[in-house]
């Protein structure tokens, strides 16, 4: 699984891309909740890829928050 996280430099908001590249399901965890932008939902935890899938997620980031 590809892990790429975008930050804006003028925002708190974490943009994380997941992208499953194998022909497998692949697991991964969450750890802290965040928004997937394509369904809507809220996800934490355990959240799996299937075959080729792409997930992105929109996360704020509570630390550069409180520095602001």
């Keep these: 699984v ?3 996280i975008r ?3 003028d925002s708190n908001e974490q943009v994380i891309f997941l ?3 194998s022909d497998e399901d692949q697991t991964i965890t969450v ?3 965040a928004t997937d932008l394509i369904s809507g939902q ?3 935890g355990a959240v799996v890829l299937a075959p080729f899938d792409v997930r992105i997620l929109s ?3 509570v ?3 409180a520095k602001r």
Aim: hydrophobic share 25%.
């Design 2 to 4: 590809e892990l790429c």
């Design 7 to 9: 930050e804006s430099a």
């Design 19 to 21: 992208l499953n590249y």
């Design 31 to 33: 750890h802290k909740t």
């Design 42 to 44: 809220q996800v934490q």
């Design 59 to 61: 996360e704020t980031n």
């Design 63 to 65: 630390a550069s928050e």
